[in-house]
């Protein structure tokens, strides 16, 4: 395709909206995806020190 202008590439030819709609979406998950990732991971190194806890151990 030949666009004669910015916004002629921005509209993408009346898909505009749903295009870059979805860009922004998938960017948003790659950015959420690690970040979600990296707290479940916290997490379950948290609750497994807590399950091998020693009972016999004060603190």
């Given at each position: 395709?030949?666009?004669?202008?910015?916004?002629?590439?921005?509209?993408?030819?009346?898909?505009?909206?749903?295009?870059?709609?979805?860009?922004?979406?998938?960017?948003a998950?790659?950015?959420?995806?690690?970040?979600?990732?990296?707290?479940?991971?916290?997490?379950?190194?948290?609750?497994?020190?807590?399950?091998?806890?020693?009972?016999?151990?004060?603190?």
């Open positions: 395709m030949n666009w004669g202008s910015a916004s002629e590439f921005f509209a993408m030819g009346g898909y505009g909206l749903y295009v870059w709609g979805s860009y922004i979406v998938c960017a998950f790659m950015v959420a995806e690690p970040l979600l990732a990296r707290h479940r991971h916290r997490q379950a190194l948290a609750d497994a020190a807590i399950q091998f806890r020693d009972p016999e151990d004060p603190s």
